[in-house]
């Protein structure tokens, strides 16, 4: 079952072949079965995943079922669930179940998908590893010794090994697309205020964007369908009709011009990685797209732009973590200040002390200018790059990250290079683009992705592409043969 | 050599809308502790911020009012400081960017006018409130308050008396519950004055400032700076330095002392917040404000004059708040502007005295304008004396009824028959032979005593202007 479509099971669920109910349980085994090793989740939901899916099959017995009806999701442990532990993989939200349910899970209950339960992440979305998780690790599917990429890492590797058919990620500086890039799945990070922030805990404000994470192109175009949208209460949810994401799936892709950077195939790019990513755009070729070359001159001032801005915001949004109203408190404080000091410094780990630690610097008297004021005119000059580039071609394409997958404990003593492993996706962050991650093959047994970026709202010619690619490769197929 | 004093105030107005700057909880004051805090009021992980809009008119306004800029492009920014009464660790202010710009608003101390610069008024949300000693040992924190909306009005260190801050502070009062976007509610912390205070020689750098703060009376705003000025000039004077705090001030002793010590500056890591959008206010925004903005204090002491032929302390008298000014109004509609000033003395004297005795604000008396204005058309017309009115104004205070039911069942009304009164005069002529001499004999003072008796033997009801013109026709 877990092989199928997102599509076939759909018309599966619809003409009574197998129930929810079915589905929801082989889900729930194969979990049971298989991530003990993996540690893809921090919470897995039987009961609820089970009396939602009942109530789907209702649903689709009363013929009112819509496509995703039935077909069970994992949420990334960043997105509030009511009723369900919501920790960011962090010590200092363990304890914390919210009263509420972030918009898209809002939007993905109306439609009857029953929630498997929590994956695990980078504490905060902090990460590129999923090493820095209070819960220890997420391993990579494809090899045990790697790791699934981060912050998203939980959701790359449930989709990778079976354990969901959907799963929910957020990317803030390509915690979708470097997790599926190194699980060899399909994630999609939508154009900045496509979906709603609401309920979604703030990492990093002006970057933070939710999107689907699944096998394919397609699939993952029906489920941002269910996830976008306008929401009046996300200040920066853009006010705009919902398109509809699969509608251009089957379009031909005659005359579309792919940009290649020249400067995201230099220095530090693994020649195998570079192999792959250039195999799969001449693929693309064929099927009647041209390539353009194009510049992005300041790419390389965007991984230090980033890694002042996201922290500087992250500096405040975390400062709602004091051990007052929620969260981790302290034993015994002895005054206020005992109480914030030991709460914060107990509950967060390093890497989330890092950046508050960074970004407070950042913005503090005297260094506002050098530093914030600073970065945000390389976040400008990063998207004019962009724009510019997109004047003379339809989409950009080059690797989502420099490598495959590395080893756990590999890079996690070594931050800067660290942080350089999103220097392809940060630059989409920062610009607020779209970018998608799709399966283009094997580097030393480990997935590689290709990344596609488009202009502002292009998310349906990216899934174009992406469903046109994955028509003449079968990389998104392949399953790790444990998991088959 | 004296001394030159250096004031500047800080005005929190608290906006009168019904729900919070960026939230949907009510701010009605005086609910049971975190009964009116929202998961967005908490700060709970993942809440965003959604900008009440109404906000942003009444802020335009008061712009308008002070002939001040409109900021075009107005932003958020975070203030960020820890405290547990306030909930996310950042309070949501502006700071490079406020709605209002630098405006002016003049002044009269002494019959002098004076012109203070504004700097800018910025939204901003309040912080909640730490309870301490409700629970012994521990600090309760009540977020009712939290995200309340605030527009906080920064003056220009223009003013240079206690006298002045006052007049200005007074006058902010007036103009923005004119407004109707605050509700100047003093003890409820609706309108709050932050003063800071400073001395210096003339031509000297400014003095090093001390901030008065949380003082919920315009008396004790006046005291305390006075107190401030007098202290920072012995201070100095015997050889010491002001230090830079804030200082709160002691009513029963009239004294102000140290609150805490800012030596230690805060750094506050502003920043734009980027959960919310900068409002951008357009040429038509400002427009839109203007057509519905209400006459304002200054213009309408000027009409009363010019319309109502007011004396300028009425004027001033019934211009002093909206609700006043409207009830005068209609009083004087109500009677077909046929005496406005007899309208005026009403509301002045006898009006004001019982809403005074009674501790009432205007629009809560038993007597409403329409009322009020019943019993003035009788003295205009002659039904009734001024001296009756009064007795008939009581009984409408009292809850007896409107005028004209008053006069009927008291009988109050004016003896103006000719006959009538001329039967009254004889007889009392008749009665006092010898006083009769006298005046014939020339004590003119006499007519008054005449006058008093005829009114008194006519329960007071006899018209004067008649009685005393048949008297003069009886005695020559």
Redesign the interface.
Known sequence: MHNLTIKQMSEKLHAGEITSVQLTQHYLNRISQFDADLNAYVTVTPELAIEMAKAADEKLAAGEGELLTGIPVAHKDIFCTDGVKTSCSSKMLDNFIAPYDAHVVTQLKKVGMPILGKTNMDEFAMGSSSESSYYGPTKNPWDLNAVPGGSSGGAAAVIAAGLAPMATGTDTGGSIRQPASFCGITGIKPTYGSVSRFGIVAYASSFDQAGPMTRSAEDSAWMLNAMAGFDERDSTSADRPTPDYAAELENSLKGLKIGVPAEYFGEGLDTEVEKLVRNAIAEVEKLGAETVEVHLPNKDLAVPSYYVLAPAEASSNLSRFDGVRFGYRCENPKDLQDLYRRSRSEGFGPEVKRRIMVGAYALSAGFYDAYYLKAQKLRRMVRDDFTKAFESCDVIMGPVAPSPAFNIGEKSDDQVSMYLSDLYTIPVNLAGLPGLSVPAGFANNRPVGLHIVGPYFSEAKLLNIGHQFQQVTDWHKQMPEQYQ | MSWEVVIGLEIHAQLTTKTKIFSGSSIAYGAAPNTQAC?ID??????????NEGVINKSISLGLALNAEIGRKSVFD?K?Y?Y?DL????QTTQLEFPIVGQGTLEIEVDGKKKTIGVTRAHLEEDAGKSNHGIVPGMTG?DLNRAGTPLLEIVSDPDMSSAQEAVAYAKKMHELVQYLGICDGNMQEGSFRVDSNVSVRKPGDPLGTRTELKNINSFKFIEKAIEFEIERQIELIESGGEVVQETRLYDSENDTTRSMRSKEEAN?Y???PC????PVIITEEDIEAVKKIMPELPDAKRARFVSEFGLSDYDAEVLTSSREIAEFFESVVAATDAKDAKLCANWMTSGFAAALNKDGLAVNDAPVTADMLAGMLKRIMDDTISGKIAKQVFEAMWNGEGTADEIIEAKGLKQITDTGAIEALVDEVLANNPSQVEAYKGGQEKMMGYFVGQVMKASGGQANPGQVNKMLKEKLS
């Open positions: 998961n908490l700060g709970m992980p993942g809440m965003l911020p959604v900008l975070r960020n820890m547990p909930p996310k660790g950042y924190i750094d890591r502003y920043f980027p959960d919310l959008l």
